[in-house]
């Protein structure tokens, strides 16, 4: 049965290497069928064991390679002969977990069987030391499931997201969470934080600029134990918008006389190198092409849209020629994904929607059509986009899966989201 799945899964993400641009839709009664059974002891806490099971079946449902059984479905850890259950939700996979609790830790047993045979395919035992962060408990749990049939990785849902969320007039906090804003921590508070930018590829700190002195400053701030370490100030604006493969150089937005432009900061010479230089404004600068290239957000044709620029060549590229105001963008290896605001007798007043481009090609693809879709930043592979949603007064993550042509809302119940990172 797998080796069907897995052939499909494969044909599509060759089809997607070829192109991003190109939509690719999987043929979804090709996928495994999962239910999720919940073989907890019920002196557990039901709120926690409900909460686990959505989160297990959102995972699923948005790693795009399962049918997804949605019913709360419970069981023995033992359970019994696979013909006395589910016969009528006829799944090929059950998925069954069993939690755990002592003192702050969370612990999770689970077992992977084929609903065909009863036959236990996987068996595994899981533990988190801090309680709170049970969310990432169950996004190991459904990336294992995900690498056990062989299907595309999820790894992603494994990451951090670093957000900064407006609570009041110049009032903003740096939040930390999982892609589905089930677990938040506030990191950073007090005063105006906005910005926040991993500084490396395992998650251990980041930059933010803060607002809160006499002049704009950017802060890295290790999570480890909470320090907080100033690297650059400056008068007017300033943020770091994208760090190099190396964690050695920062691209940083900065208007040391009123017109912002691009500079490469290297942070062993404390030494900010300008790349763009342009009487207008240049900001939002993003690495690609293995850090050789800049692209970035430039009113030099009298209104926003995206360019590309050599580090060491002052020869800038248009990269768009779609839309009059194209905002915000992000880039992974050879593609770019923009925020661009529509003509409102198209799309209504006031709707930016998300494109995608690469370097290679001349195609694009609109991933989003309502509402404000703005600040899309690429997971650490190119099938994932995450961006801020506003729409009817609400602000929410988005996540989209390229290769599937899904998109998922993440509500934030609080407050207003201004910059994401994962």
């Known amino acids: 049965m797998f080796k069907k799945i897995l052939s499909v899964l494969l044909f599509v993400s060759t089809l997607f290497a070829a192109d991003a641009t190109v939509e690719v839709v999987k043929k979804m009664d090709s996928l495994p069928k999962i239910a999720i059974q919940d073989a907890t002891a019920q ?12 989160i297990l079946v959102g995972d699923l449902k948005v790693s795009s390679h399962f049918r997804v059984v949605e019913d709360y479905l419970q069981s023995s850890y033992e359970g019994g002969p696979v013909e006395n259950f589910l016969s009528d939700k006829k799944p090929d996979l059950i998925l069954r977990f069993k939690l755990s609790k002592s003192l702050e830790a969370v612990f999770a047993n689970i077992k992977l069987i084929n609903a065909k045979t009863g036959e236990t395919n996987s068996e595994k035992s899981y533990k988190i030391a801090d309680g709170s962060r049970y969310p990432f408990l169950a996004h190991k749990i459904s990336v294992d499931v995900n690498a056990h049939i062989g299907a595309p990785s999820i790894a992603w849902m494994e990451q951090f997201v670093i957000f900064a969320k407006y609570t009041q ?3 903003s906090e740096i939040v930390l969470s999982d892609y589905t804003l089930s677990f ?10 906005i910005f926040p930018k ?6 251990d ?5 803060s607002y809160a002195g006499k002049d704009p400053s950017i802060y890295k701030v290790e999570l480890k ?10 008068s007017g604006m300033l943020v770091c918008s994208d760090v190099s493969r190396d964690g050695k150089k920062l691209l940083l937005t900065m208007a040391p006389k009123d017109q912002a432009d691009i500079y490469l900061y290297d942070l062993a010479t404390k030494r900010a190198d300008k790349i763009t230089d342009y009487s207008g404004i240049d900001v939002s600068g993003s690495f690609v092409d293995n850090d050789k290239r800049i692209v970035f957000v430039s009113d030099r044709l009298g209104y926003p849209n995206i360019f590309a620029q050599n580090i060491n060549s002052k020869n800038v590229e248009q990269m768009v020629y779609h839309g009059k105001n194209n905002n915000s963008c992000s880039a992974f290896d050879n593609y770019i994904v923009y925020s661009s605001r529509e003509d409102k007798s198209e799309f209504g007043g006031g709707t930016f929607n998300l494109y995608l481009i690469s370097t290679q090609t001349d195609y694009i693809r609109q991933l989003t059509s309502t509402g ?6 690429f997971a650490t592979d190119p099938d994932t986009i995450m961006f801020i949603k506003n729409y009817k007064n609400e602000s929410a993550l988005g996540v989209i899966r390229l290769n599937a ?11 207003k989201i201004q910059s994401i990172d994962w």
Do not use: C, E, M
């Open 169 to 171: 007039s110049k009032q």
């Open 184 to 193: 938040q921590k506030t990191i950073v508070k007090g005063g105006l934080n």
């Open 43 to 54: 002196d557990v806490d039901k709120d926690l064991r409900i909460k686990f099971f959505k």
């Open 405 to 415: 042509n899904k998109t998922y809302h993440f509500p934030l119940k609080t407050g």
């Open 225 to 234: 134990n909470g320090s907080r370490t100033k690297i650059v100030s400056g």
């Open 372 to 377: 404000q879709n703005l600040f899309p930043r």
């Open 205 to 209: 700190s980041f930059y933010y600029t």
């Open 198 to 203: 991993w500084a490396n590829k395992i998650q």
